[in-house]
């Protein structure tokens, strides 16, 4: 690994250009939208008249507003390995608190941390205990947000994972936390195994691994069975993107890149369906918090690359995963609107599995949609780890 000393980090506002925006709304006025069947609704992907009702209101959305709300952390942006690298690093009043890395996966961004950011640094001003307090770096995913487009092939989760280190060494962080949902959660698998001399604990809200070997599914109680059902089911009617994107991304992208339209409807479909409200996204989700997420991908031009990342995953196969048990303590976070879940039984063939939790809400984006939960869960599994901080 290179030294992390090299590493220039430079202070970092969203600011973007005002005719970014003027160009995004005079396209929505022009939107040409495909007919659908009467009766279909979510069935064949994202009903067309909620998608109406959305883009009218992306017409009006005050992305100003966001802006605002996510430069009032603390932001820098760097270079590793020729790619840049956006990140939020919010330090903590608190004088011992834990450093940690937290990521976010596709179709996310750094935006679905901004009600966690907040109580996970200063929880004495969020009726927390200050013992529970974190430094936290929420990196933006090379090809997503403010991070820019990639540039070069092999920027998949293991080499990701590498970076990440980087940045967190070059921070002066000795001994961190790292935290991970979707791709988030094979990144930070990677640094784990990558780095777990100065890994404290590892904790993810996403979980996928394969059967082990010699392992009966006939043997898993029936709650096991039935997730692996439901599992089963989604990847037969609702993982038609990853062929896309693992394949043809460079496709796919002239049409996200080119029509709002087009790109709301690919991310919002998946906010909808992985969460507990499904299908409609806003069960889960405010449509100020749909729109912002949607508008971060549209203004940094990164709807293409950011679907690179499954055609890179693809190309390096097993390279790109963890490559020996991660011994680093794990503590795992079940949501049941989750599109996968994995037997403990198996998980512990490849993770030191600590802490277990069934959730009673939420779904893939846990920070985003239960943020009490998912920080409750955050501080109770890095009080096992704390420490020696």
């Not at 970092?12 to 005079?26: H, I, M, N, T, W």
């Not at 303590?329 to 609107?337: D, K």
Request: proline letters at 8%; one cysteine or more.
């Amino acid at each position: 690994m290179a030294d992390p000393a090299d590493l220039v980090v430079t202070p970092f506002r969203p600011e973007v250009p005002e005719a970014v925006l003027a160009d995004l709304r005079e396209r929505l006025v022009r939107t040409r939208l495909p007919n659908q069947v009467a009766g279909t609704g979510w069935d064949q992907g994202t009903d067309r008249g909620y998608l109406e009702a959305l883009l009218a209101s992306w017409r009006t959305f005050d992305w100003r507003a966001v802006e605002a709300r996510l430069g009032a952390f603390d932001q820098f942006v760097t270079e590793v390995d020729g790619q840049r690298i956006h990140f939020v690093h919010q330090r903590s009043p608190e004088p011992d608190a834990l450093p940690l890395l937290i990521s976010h996966g596709w179709p996310g961004s750094v935006l679905e941390f901004l009600d966690v950011l907040g109580p996970l640094t200063d929880p004495r001003s969020h009726g927390g205990d200050p013992a529970d307090a974190f430094h936290v770096v929420a990196p933006s995913l090379p090809g997503y947000g403010f991070s820019g487009p990639t540039t070069e092939p092999g920027w998949h989760p293991r080499r990701i994972a590498s970076a990440y280190a980087r940045l967190m060494a070059a921070l002066g962080y000795d001994r961190y936390g790292a935290q991970g949902g979707d791709w988030g959660s094979i990144v930070c698998a990677n640094v784990a195994d990558l780095d777990p001399a100065h890994v404290a604990g590892l904790h993810l809200n996403f979980l996928a691994v394969p059967r082990p070997e010699g392992a009966d599914p006939a043997d898993l109680p029936p709650a096991d069975l039935a997730d692996l059902a439901r599992t089963a089911e989604w990847r037969r009617t609702g993982a038609g993107y990853q062929e896309i994107q693992g394949t043809k991304p460079q496709s796919l992208g002239y049409g996200l890149e080119d029509s709002p339209a087009g790109l709301a409807a690919w991310i919002v479909e998946k906010f909808g369906a992985w969460s507990d409200g499904a299908p409609d996204p806003e069960a889960s989700f405010t449509r100020e918090q749909l729109l912002a997420n949607i508008t971060l991908y549209w203004v940094t031009a990164t709807a293409t690359s950011s679907t690179r990342l499954y055609y890179e995953m693809r190309q390096a196969g097993r390279a790109a995963l963890p490559q020996a048990f991660v011994g680093v303590p794990t503590g795992v976070a079940n949501y049941p609107g989750e599109v996968t879940r994995t037997p403990r039984s198996w998980a512990e063939h490849r993770y030191h599995i600590t802490h277990w939790v069934e959730q009673p809400r939420g779904g893939h984006f846990a920070a985003m949609q239960v943020p009490d939960l998912f920080v409750a869960d955050v501080r109770e599994f890095f009080r096992t780890v704390r420490a020696g901080a």
